[in-house]
């Protein structure tokens, strides 16, 4: 049915848009601080992500890890997960509404409810340059999902196991000792490392193009407090055409952790959100 604009349609269109969170009222993350740190790290661990594959891996507070990029350009899911407490996790959506669609230097991945703090700070990212492009674009989106084997065996008929959800459910499984019952209603949506999406203007719908991402970028990340990390290299490849099958040109990415020599002495872990129900 066709539904006919009212008469004052142009000055409803015209309201002005309103930041709904002003970023300048959140926490500074101390970038300067957590860069002097980084300057004394020392790299202790290096994990492989397989293509169409998942890993975990542990990250303690006040360490960072690194995300490369080392064969060609290939996009990573990645979820994040409190050590001491998994069913505190990565918010995505909440992390959107504080810093924007598409995360970089300085902006932080906030963890769920009733927590709210953060789990780890990004400080470098070598593709910070890309910004929003001419079709709305940007890097490491937090307005995606993840591909996952429900919403293909929708759309398809098929079944299809190397989907990030389902990498990032066999990931945590052998991480953690837990049944697949148990682990994934622990997988949640992600940052999704290295892709470029966007909204196409006119339909609003969600889109990806080819990832600019090179052999040899990165984005790293300070851990606030002790983390689990899990990473999916995307059977999608770049994500330029296709994902969720076995068609696109898939490479590893690669997990460093670095441990800093001196450790920031007035950076303590965040603690949980302060609010208080009513009695």
Known sequence: MDVQSPPDAPRRRAAPAVICYDPATLPDP????????????????????????????????????????????????LNLW??????????????RALHGTHLSIGDRLWSSFPHLRPLATITEDTLAWYGIDADGGGVHDVIGTRCDPYTHHLLSGEDYHHCCHSNLTRALMAHLDLTREAAE??????????????????????????????????????????????????????????????QARCYPLLVEIFAPRIQPADRPQPTRNGYGWPA
């Open 30 to 77: 101390g970038l300067t601080t957590l860069r002097s740190a980084r300057a004394t790290a020392d790299m202790t661990c290096q994990i492989t992500v397989p293509p169409r594959e998942g890993r975990c891996f542990d990250v303690p507070a006040g360490h960072f890890f690194r995300i490369s990029t080392i064969e060609g350009s290939q996009v990573g899911d």
């Open 82 to 95: 409190s050590a001491a407490n998994p069913s505190e996790r990565f918010y995505s959506g909440k992390s």
């Open 185 to 246: 209603p622990l997988v949640h949506d992600v940052l999704n490392v290295f892709m470029c999406t966007g909204f196409t203007r006119d339909t609003g719908q969600y889109f990806m193009k080819a990832s600019p991402a090179r052999p040899g970028d990165y984005i790293e990340f300070h851990a606030e407090t002790d983390l689990i990390g899990g990473l999916s290299a995307c059977p999608g490849g770049d994500c330029g055409a296709q994902h969720s099958s076995d």
